[in-house]
């Protein structure tokens, strides 16, 4: 997610991910986890790639709309680990009278080595993404027939955008322990132009408006997982440090036929975030278990904007409890109860 965004605070873009290089899709719902913080207050999803793959595949779709898309992938045995690449092709028109034109490019470069108790890993990964696009219309003009359902008013309507990332993850671990080290660096580029009310508020120039969100993020991550005993009682333990730090530039401008003729906002920001979390997990008996985590995250925020009143520097801090019990599994059937605080 990524936060203070030109075109909404937290919005995602998942585009970059190539669906058959995802190995395991794991959903956990609410803030009652330590070692997720901003933006899980709704839940969270953790995707999984694959160490390799078995086969290497090229694989073909069409579908209506003018639908096309191309996939392929490979690993290689090399210095003895697992080199794997893709290549993502997609372009879609859709069933709009001015075709989408949509065309996205996806590229990964990964390499493996290790096992699960000692390795390490280094991706590449890149994405680029453009389209035109249509926006909403009047329903009283399609009902009147002086414009088709699929239709448009304004063909300025259009976006891109670009992702570039550069990860890597080391690990080492024993029978009753693990450590974990990752960082990742991205660059992101974003620009839409869109058109809601066309000449409602300015009735001259018309109401075209162009978002855009330039950044650069880097973050680091080290976790330590370990088992331990009271009593007679297992005890599952996980402790951690996050970083994520952003530069962002983002803006919203005013337009006419694609060219910028008025500055609504115009913002750098600098934002830091650290969180240190840590949580248990005491097995009392094979069918009942309790979850206590605690959490503390860090935000630290310079905000430079051509508007005074938006300018300033600003830093928080948010301690978020974790409690759970669960009771099961009975057959295929888990019960719990969780109690989080979280954002």
């Known amino acids: ?12 873009d998942l585009n970059f991910v190539i669906p058959e290089l995802v190995d395991r899709v794991a959903y956990r719902k609410g803030p009652y986890f330590s070692d997720v913080g901003d933006f899980s207050a709704a839940g969270t999803v953790d995707m999984r790639p694959v160490s390799s793959l078995d086969q290497g595949f090229v694989q073909l779709t069409a579908g209506t709309d003018d639908y096309g898309r191309v996939v392929v992938a490979e690993s290689f045995r090399a210095a003895e680990g697992d ?24 590229g990964l470069l990964s390499y493996r080595k290790g096992d699960a108790a000692r390795g390490f890993s280094i991706t590449a990964m890149g994405y680029d993404g453009d389209w035109l696009s249509t926006d909403q219309i009047p329903r009283r003009e399609v009902e ?20 570039y990332s550069l990860s890597a993850e080391v690990h080492r671990g024993g029978d009753r322990s693990l450590t974990s080290l990752s960082g990742y660096l991205l660059s992101y ?21 162009e978002q855009i969100d330039d950044r650069i993020v880097g ?5 330590h997982d370990w088992l331990a005993s009271l009593g007679s009682k297992r005890l599952e333990n996980r402790a951690g440090v996050e970083l994520r730090w952003d530069e962002i530039d983002n803006g919203l401008y005013r337009t006419r036929d694609l060219e910028r003729i008025g500055t609504v906002r115009q913002d750098a920001i600098r934002q830091l975030g650290l969180g240190l979390w840590a949580d248990t997990t005491i097995r009392w008996s094979d069918v009942v278990r309790t979850y206590l985590g605690l ?10 904007s051509d508007l005074d009143a938006n300018s300033g520097d600003a830093d928080d801090t948010l301690l978020s409890p974790k409690l759970g019990l669960l009771v ?7 019960l719990f109860a969780n109690l989080g605080w979280g954002h």
């Not at 580029?189 to 408006?209: A, C, I, K, M, W």
């Open 328 to 334: 099961g599994p009975f057959g295929t059937t888990e």
């Open 219 to 223: 973050g680091l991550r080290a976790r």
């Open 144 to 163: 009147a027939g002086r414009l088709g359902r699929f239709d448009l008013i304004d063909p300025g309507p259009r976006g891109s955008t670009e992702r």
């Open 83 to 106: 080199l794997t690449a893709a290549l993502e092709v997609a372009s879609y028109d859709g069933p709009w009278t001015r075709p989408d034109d949509f065309l996205k490019f996806n």
């Open 1 to 12: 997610n990524m936060p203070s965004h030109g075109h909404g605070q937290g919005y995602a």
């Open 189 to 209: 580029d974003f620009r839409l132009v869109s058109n809601f009310t066309y000449f409602l508020e300015d009735p001259v120039d018309g109401d075209q408006f």
């Open 295 to 304: 959490r503390a995250d860090l935000y630290d925020a310079r905000v430079r």
